[in-house]
């Protein structure tokens, strides 16, 4: 076999399809007619493919869709206006990968890369279009950035059904109301710094990444009453981001590296955006986006940030962050703070290892970037086990970070290394230590600069997975007599560490009682005891809680300032290490494989949420339930608690007793983390679901009750308190 074997998603075709759409709703609708073309350039092919193109074409193709492109038994023609239908107006992309990787259908692979050229060289010419002197290329780029020109069909296709108005037609009245974005203001520091209260401008609401809303129209005793405002499908596949909101506009992101700006009382849309990403990039799950000024800051799969206008969702900047092919890729979302577009990445195993980057927000150039791995011959350099630079993977970043304006720090963390192999044996050389760093760290950074002011390592040397890669949540707290400023954060094991958000050092752990990795904890240092039960290495089966899905993941814990209490989401289950047989590392290099088991004491029971009074550090409650949760938390001055779990249930707790209040059952696993805003005096929450995302299907097999839609079924669900009358879209206002 000559080609590569690089699968292209099939949504690609799909992705072409949405760019089509156009970006602005309103403005469409008003020129009346289909959306403007792409301003593409057209496709060119010479007359050697066509030639070319023909051979193939009677070898592979034609004993399905005929000698003639006439179509055959099972197949429509290639010829005329189903062809034109098809793929007129779309990126040649479009058209090369559909034919790469479905046709021939019984083996895509027949056929190689210039071949595929040929053939489509061939249909277009039987379609219509003059081959040139440029023969049809096959890079991404290439196949991204030309378009095939609309085919006219006859007239007479035209006519009828799904086609234009009538030219004999007196135009209409526009319906159109006004649109919400005209009232969009700019989201400044200052507004940043102390939100309405109807926004929700950063992944979680504000700096402090605490998941908080001061919103209390919907309250203990009324949320039984909430009912659907509005629901939206969204792109299909695992949709994990958190939407925002700034007045009373809803941006949400979807799988395929799509934003949409919805109208947060009706749901009418009010752009869409879509960015081109090359054939062979498979996108990738985004969490959150951010904003800043004028502008709307998305991640994108293939390492690019993109800065979009609030207001018309057109690029403004479009900055290359890295290359994709080495694999860094962005599943965290961006931190805006200070003028900077502060994203976290994620690698598998580049050498190097990821990093954290600012942007400068204005216009996308590169400010600085801080390496999570720490290099040979610089501070910390000597903490991995004497190997090379190369052999060092991990320290990735999976969630947004939090930031302090005071102290002018940006707060985030890391997971563990990959490589635990790496690290299970301590080469036991002075100065030489095997504790990875930075893995499973805080990191406080000077956005301005990108220096470490200091750092706290959760997790020494992680043999499993336990990832201190999430929220990083800013609080006061009274520590020895006085107020202070900490940063409070877990990793896998639902084990917290508090700081002292301007030193790092240590103040305090609570463990919420799911791990038996960590048997003590030095109370002046958090140095911490790990069970020699758990330590992998010695060729030995091992029984370990929780399991790298983890005790809990990167859905956050919300904290409520007014009443110190902090809901962790989280699911009761373990893992076993098993050595793998000689010659296989096994998905955890260290330890061999592992598997996935309940509690060794467990009732059946997986999802818990646990709620501690972080002043007392007592647990106030704990709600436990079969399904697993699968939500971020979400906590309201209403005295609510909301989240959502594997049994497709969103739910409303009292967030002093746990006791549930409402709840409902959605059409897919609720995926993202629970919202609430307001818009006109009116309390809206929004939550995102979607059958694919990963909190979705890493418990399948311990549930196999629990059964989902098989569909990935995307979508925005919105619900609010009942109106006196129906909410009509702003269309028909
Ligand atoms: C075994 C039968 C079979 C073979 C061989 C085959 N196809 Fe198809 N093809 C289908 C079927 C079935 C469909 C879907 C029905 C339709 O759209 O006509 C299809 C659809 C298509 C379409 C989309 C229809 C449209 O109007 O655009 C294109 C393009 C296409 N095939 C190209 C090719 C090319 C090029 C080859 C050879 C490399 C090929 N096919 C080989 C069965 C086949």
Redesign the pocket.
């Known amino acids: 076999m000559t080609r590569k074997t690089v699968l292209i998603p099939a949504c690609y075709v799909g992705l072409a399809a949405l760019f089509l759409l156009g970006s602005a709703r309103h403005v469409q609708a008003q020129e009346g007619g289909p959306p403007a073309p792409l301003n593409l350039p057209t496709v060119s092919f010479t007359a050697a493919q066509v030639t070319q193109g023909r051979q193939?074409?009677a070898a592979?193709?034609a004993?399905?869709?005929g000698q003639n492109l006439e179509?055959g038994d099972?197949?429509?023609?290639?010829k005329g206006d189903?062809?034109g239908q098809?793929?007129g107006g779309k990126r040649v992309g479009a058209?090369f990968s559909?034919?790469r990787t479905?046709?021939?259908?019984?083996d895509p692979l027949l056929?190689s890369d210039p071949e595929?050229a040929q053939?489509?060289a061939y249909?277009l010419q039987a379609n219509g279009l003059q081959p040139g002197d440029k023969p049809l290329l096959t890079d991404n780029d290439a196949l991204a950035s030309t378009m095939i020109p609309r085919i006219a069909p006859p007239p007479e296709l035209v006519a009828g059904a799904g086609g234009p108005i009538s030219p004999r037609a007196p135009k209409g009245p526009s319906f159109l109301g006004p649109s919400p974005l005209d009232k969009v203001t700019p989201v400044t520091d200052a507004l940043l710094k102390n939100p309405p209260a109807g926004d929700w401008l950063l992944w979680r609401r504000t700096w402090e990444d605490l998941g908080f809303s001061p919103l209390k129209q919907i309250d203990k005793g009324n949320v039984g009453d909430l009912r659907l405002a509005w629901a939206w499908t969204l792109p299909q596949g695992p949709n994990e981001a958190t939407p925002l909101v700034h007045d009373g506009v809803i941006f949400v992101h979807s799988f395929g590296d799509r934003v949409q700006a919805l109208d947060g009382v009706t749901g009418d849309l009010l752009w869409q955006y879509a960015y081109k990403l090359p054939v062979n990039v498979r996108p990738t799950v985004k969490r959150n986006m951010a904003i800043g000024g004028n502008l709307l800051f998305v991640p994108t799969s293939d390492m690019h940030m993109v800065a979009l206008d609030l207001k018309t969702g057109k690029v403004v900047w479009d900055h290359r962050v890295d290359d994709y092919k080495g694999g860094l890729g962005m599943t965290a979302g961006p931190l805006y703070a200070k003028g900077k577009v502060i994203q976290g990445i994620a690698a598998a195993r580049v050498p190097g290892g990821p990093f954290i980057v600012a942007l400068d927000a204005k216009t996308g150039e590169e400010a600085w970037r801080f390496y999570t791995i720490a290099r040979p011959g610089e501070p910390g350099g000597n903490t991995w086990n004497g190997v090379p630079l190369d052999k060092r993977s991990g320290a990735s970043v999976w969630t947004a970070g939090s930031y302090d304006p005071d102290l002018n720090l940006v707060f985030i963390g890391t997971g563990q290394t990959y490589d635990t192999a790496t690290l299970v044996h301590p080469v036991n050389q002075p100065g030489i230590t095997n504790d990875g760093l930075y893995t499973d760290t805080t990191l406080a950074l000077n956005p301005d600069t990108g220096k470490l002011a200091w750092y706290f390592q959760h997790l020494p040397d992680d043999q499993w997975d336990l990832d201190y890669a999430f929220e990083r949540e800013l609080m006061k707290l009274p520590v020895n007599g006085t107020n202070q400023e900490l940063v409070v954060t877990s990793g896998k094991m639902g084990l917290y560490d508090a700081l002292d958000a301007a030193t790092g050092k240590y103040v305090f752990s609570k463990d919420m009682g799911i791990q038996n990795v960590v048997t003590a904890i030095d109370p002046k240092t958090g140095a911490k005891t790990i069970n020699p039960a758990v330590y992998p290495g010695d060729g030995k089966a091992h029984m370990v809680c929780p399991h790298p899905g983890g005790g809990r993941n990167w859905i956050p814990s919300a904290y409520n300032p007014d009443t110190k209490m902090l809901y962790t989401p989280m699911v009761e289950s373990c893992m076993d290490l098993i050595p793998p047989g000689p010659g296989y590392p096994g998905n955890l290099t260290g330890a061999g494989n592992w598997y996935v088991r309940p509690r060794p004491d467990s009732d059946g029971k997986l999802g818990r949420v646990q709620a501690v009074n972080l002043g007392t550090k007592q647990t106030t409650w704990t709600d436990r339930q079969r399904a697993p949760q699968t939500t971020g938390m979400l906590t309201t001055a209403g005295g609510l608690v909301f989240a959502g779990s594997l049994d497709r249930y969103i739910r409303a707790y009292d967030d002093m007793t746990g006791k549930t209040l409402w709840e409902t059952r959605l059409s897919a696993v609720p995926s993202s983390c629970p919202i609430v805003y307001g818009v006109n005096g009116k309390e809206y929450l929004a939550v995102v679901v979607s059958n694919a995302g990963s909190q979705a299907g890493t418990w399948r097999q311990l549930v196999p009750d629990i059964i989902n839609p098989e569909d990935e079924g995307s979508a925005l669900w919105i619900f609010a308190l009942p109106d006196k009358g129906p909410v009509k879209s702003s269309a028909v206002r």
């Open positions: 193939v074409y592979s193709c004993s399905c869709h179509g099972t197949t429509g023609p290639l189903a062809f098809n793929w058209a559909f034919i479905t046709m021939p259908p019984a056929i595929v053939v489509l249909l």
